[in-house]
């Protein structure tokens, strides 16, 4: 004969009890309600420890603003507008760089937000245990505007949108109204910035043309000078109405 094991057959478990499930629960009632207050206060605790973040976005238009009259000739493989790329590129490492930093956080006094300098409130009990397990950069080692640099540059994003020569500029910050500030004043410092790179050129030029027609007027008045001594020299010395040599002339006559 076949056992039940082999057979597959054995006696059918009890169904479960509702009650039995409420004792084991009650049993437990401590384990359970100690489980539910720790993830109660882990979760209050990152709330309030992981703040809510805001991101803004502010776009530039990268473009030739160049005329037809500032090329000699354009070749037959080359772009008419003069911007791929690679110019985008560097306009993009342009936008990054400390010294538009620098001016951001100069325009807006960024070093004296907490968000900015973390020395403002104080070192927390957690960062100076960071910096005695040698962790981490010592904020005091720093001048606010390098803090508040730092803090500018970890949360600064730019990138280039798809097929287009914009370049974005995204900023996130803990306040909506900072961020927005950020990236505003970063783009217009940027526009101002280009506006005066590309003016310098012209301010050369200009000075340089000032400076060639101001030696071309001594010129003019040194030469003058030297026929006014050559006609004293030559007896043509400008009379009334003509020179001096045919104005005796006509006297005698006369």
Request: no cysteine; net charge neutral; charged share 20%.
């Amino acid at each position: 004969m076949m056992s039940n094991r082999e057979t597959g057959t054995g006696p059918i478990p009890a169904a479960i009890n509702v009650m039995d499930v409420l004792r084991g629960v009650a049993r437990r009632k401590t384990m359970i309600v100690g489980v539910s207050l720790f993830a109660l206060a882990a979760g209050i605790g990152l709330v309030k420890y992981l703040k809510p973040v805001y991101s803004t976005e502010a776009q530039v238009l990268i473009q030739n603003l160049e005329t037809p009259f500032d090329r000699v000739q354009v070749a037959d493989n080359q772009r008419t507008d003069g911007v791929d790329d690679r110019i985008v590129a560097s306009q993009m490492q342009v936008l990054k760089s400390a010294d538009l930093g620098r001016r951001v956080v100069a325009a807006l006094g960024l070093e004296a937000k907490p968000e900015f300098n973390s020395l403002i409130n104080g070192m927390g009990t957690v960062s100076q245990i960071k910096l005695r397990l040698g962790f981490g950069e010592d904020p005091r080692l720093k001048t606010p505007e390098q803090r508040a640099l730092d803090r500018y540059s970890d949360q600064l994003s730019i990138y280039q949108q798809p097929s287009s020569n914009v370049i974005a500029i995204k900023y996130t910050s803990f306040d909506p109204k900072i961020a927005a500030q950020v990236a505003n004043t970063l783009a217009e410092t940027y526009v101002t910035t280009t506006r005066e790179s590309q003016l310098q050129p012209t301010t050369r030029a200009r000075d340089w043309l000032a400076g060639e027609i101001a030696s071309l007027r001594r010129k003019l008045a040194a030469s003058e000078e030297a026929v006014e001594q050559f006609r004293a020299q030559a007896g043509l010395l400008q009379g009334a109405t003509t020179t001096l040599g045919t104005q005796e002339i006509s006297e005698l006559n006369s």
